[in-house]
């Protein structure tokens, strides 16, 4: 039976990575000795590792963990300060909405868009009163517009439905992709809520 000689360090990484260390080593019985070098996984094995943890199986074959680092700079969390690691589900749903956002920037280009004029029209100097304002009136939406809604999901309605209008690609997911065993857990982000909004495209 061949076995897969796999780097100590890589495998606590990916075990940390996952948050979910104890429900793995239950399911894996052998873990502590794969951990001590005592025994390697097989390729079987590694890939149902690689599975549970959501972790490329092609990571394991490396002698150090691998940086991941978010590309995103800011978005909301619990309490304060930002999470000292992204979770796997995080990464790939912010890489999965650049290639969106990526494609969508190409088929606009192909099909003779305009920019739109809205796309990096601010700066960090300008103040935050006026952006909120210059985006309310960008969206077409009346001061109050949130209250003339009889509930919040109708308000949500309207908020995305004038995005979509200005050119902005809305994108709301509550899964990993398409992956329906993969629900998004607020926790898990660090965030409160996540609904990614992606503009269409700039030049």
Known sequence: MTRIPVSGPVLVWALERSGNRALLERRFPKLPEWLSGEIQPTLLQLEDLAKATSTPLGYFFLSEPPEERLSIPHYRTLGEGSPHRPSPDLLETVQMMERRQAWMREYLIEEGSEPLGFVRS??????????????????????????????????????????????????????????????????????????????????
């Open 122 to 203: 601010a700066s960090l100097n300008d103040e935050p009163e006026r952006l909120a304002l210059d985006m309310r009136d960008m969206l077409g939406l009346a001061d109050g517009w949130a209250a003339d809604n009889r509930t919040w999901t109708d308000a949500l309605r309207q908020l995305r439905s004038r995005m979509e209008e200005a050119g902005i690609l809305v994108v709301v997911n509550g899964i990993v992709g398409n992956n329906t065993h993969r629900k998004l857990d607020p926790p898990s982000f660090e965030a409160s809520s996540w609904w990614t909004i992606k503009r269409r495209w700039s030049l």
